[in-house]
C-alpha cells in the first residue's frame, strides 16, 4: 500500500478543487481525509465507510463531496465553496477501524504524503 495524493493549489475564497488519492493496494473498511494547518493537530474531514456510509466533519458538511471509484480504487474529494480556514496540507488515509473511531487519525494505519490546499481571501 502507497497512497499518494494529488489535486492541492491555490485557489480564491469561494472557488473549488479536487483532490485524488490512489495507491490503496487493497480493501479497507474506511478511507479518509484529514488536514492539518500550521501550528495545529491533524483533524478529520470525511470519510467513507464500509464502503456506502459517508461522514463529513460539521466544517466542510455541504460543501465537500466525497466519493470512491472502487473499479480505479481511488478517492475523491470534491471541495467547493472553499474559504480562507480550509487552507491546510490534506491526507489521504486508509484503515480498518471500528465506526466510532472512523474520525480518529491515530486508527489510520497508511497514509498519503500530504497536498498543499491554500485558499486566499
Known amino acids: 500500500v502507497q497512497l499518494q495524493a494529488s489535486g492541492g493549489g491555490l485557489v480564491q475564497a469561494g472557488g473549488s478543487l479536487r483532490l485524488t488519492c490512489a495507491g490503496f493496494g487493497r480493501t479497507f473498511r474506511s478511507y479518509g481525509w484529514f488536514r492539518q494547518a500550521p501550528g495545529k493537530e491533524r483533524v478529520f474531514v470525511a470519510a467513507v465507510f464500509d464502503s456506502a456510509r459517508r461522514y463529513y466533519s460539521d466544517s466542510v458538511k455541504g460543501r465537500f463531496t466525497l466519493s470512491r471509484d472502487k473499479a480505479k480504487n481511488t478517492l475523491t474529494l470534491e471541495m467547493n465553496k472553499l474559504k480562507p480556514e480550509d487552507t491546510a496540507v490534506y491526507y489521504c488515509?486508509?484503515?480498518?477501524?471500528?465506526?466510532?473511531?472512523?474520525?480518529?487519525?491515530?486508527?489510520?494505519?497508511?497514509w498519503g504524503q500530504g497536498t498543499q490546499v491554500t485558499v486566499s481571501s
Open positions: 488515509a486508509a484503515g480498518d477501524p471500528i465506526l466510532s473511531a472512523v474520525s480518529a487519525p491515530e486508527i489510520y494505519r497508511y
